[in-house]
């Protein structure tokens, strides 16, 4: 027996032939009727829509790339994305991440496809094999810097309950990173001839030119006690690329952006750095403990958020009262939550 259901749907569907056929609606262009063509061209998104429109008129000007061009216009840019399946694929990931965020009610929604996004965008990134040159550096360097950030803001908002499986994960970003310092010193000279220069060059000389602080003081101090000068080195120079991520960040607004210069260290700092974090050096750890205080103060951007007390206090626990006088300032950011 036919269900109700059943007859009102083939109804419709007769309806739908009869009318086609009155009006006479043709298609002109025998490429719309290749399944060839089809598969290649499938319907729009709403969702991607939604992404790229969210990337544009609010993630793009926390990047800061709303200045890419001294008018302040964002079309330069856009054409880099379009052009680009990777870059395309990775910021309407950066995008979902956002909105998993500010969005809680849908956050598994938006981080399920986030994640998507991310693994179409390292697809067909490492499926082209690009060559770096005046034509590729600009969307491989903003491929890079937007996956570095998103793996950051991803490992520091969303950690697991293993403080020392947060640092693995945690090591595993500032190890991404480390390839956008090498995208980014393969193609310097080229960035530098492309509509990126003055942003890059305005950001070069805030770093630069900053007032010098004094939060990493005590730290240095310390450091330079260690009996091992090769070590001590090494410690020194993550200690003074904090310092000047500090300074920065104290700064008015970038014309760069808000977080350029906070991911200036995750982006500085040297492999052999990461090899002593990765070896639970207590030094290590105590100077992750100020890169911690530096994302506290600057706790009202969505990448960030309780992550930087998270790991203060963690590392605090972790190490214990023996290196006290190591973490004493950063310390200072616990008392005051209490």
């Not at 179409?120 to 903003?142: I, R, W, Y």
Request: net charge negative; proline share 4%.
């Amino acid at each position: 027996m036919i269900s109700k259901a059943t007859a009102l749907v083939s109804t419709s569907q007769r309806k739908s032939k009869s009318t086609a056929r009155n009006n006479k609606v043709y298609v002109n262009s025998s490429r719309a009727a290749d399944p060839g063509v089809m598969h290649d061209s499938p319907p729009v998104n709403k969702l991607h829509l939604e992404l790229f429109h969210h990337f544009i008129t609010d993630i793009l000007t926390f990047l800061g790339l709303d200045k890419f061009t001294p008018e302040g216009s964002a079309i330069d840019m856009t054409k880099y994305i379009l052009s680009s399946p990777f870059l395309m694929n990775q910021v309407l990931a950066f995008a979902a991440l956002h909105l998993s965020i500010t969005q809680p009610a849908r956050q598994g929604f938006y981080q399920y496809h986030s994640s998507q996004l991310q693994t179409h965008a390292l697809s067909e990134f490492n499926s082209v094999k690009l060559g770096v040159s005046a034509e590729t550096c600009v969307p491989m360097f903003l491929f890079s810097s937007c996956l570095g950030m998103h793996v950051l803001a991803e490992k520091l908002l969303f950690r697991p309950d293993s403080f020392q499986t947060f640092l693995d994960d945690f090591i595993q970003s500032l190890r991404m990173h480390s390839g956008v310092r090498a995208v980014s010193g393969q193609s310097w000279h080229l960035l530098l001839r492309s509509p990126l220069k003055s942003l890059l060059e305005n950001e070069g000389m805030m770093l630069d030119q900053s007032t010098s602080g004094n939060e990493c003081l005590g730290l240095l101090a310390h450091v330079d006690t260690m009996l091992d000068p090769a070590i001590s080195s090494i410690y020194r120079q993550a200690i003074e690329h904090l310092q000047k991520a500090y300074n920065a960040s104290r700064s008015p607004s970038s014309n760069f952006s808000r977080i350029g210069p906070i991911i200036f260290w995750p982006v500085t700092i040297s492999s052999d750095y990461i090899n002593l974090l990765t070896e639970r050096r207590p030094e290590a750890l105590a100077v992750l403990s100020y890169f911690g205080a530096l994302l506290h103060m600057h706790n009202e951007m969505w990448t960030f958020g309780d992550s930087g007390l998270y790991i203060i206090a963690s590392i605090n626990h972790y190490l214990g009262s023996e290196w006290e006088s190591w973490l004493r300032w950063p310390n200072t950011f616990i008392q005051d939550e209490m």
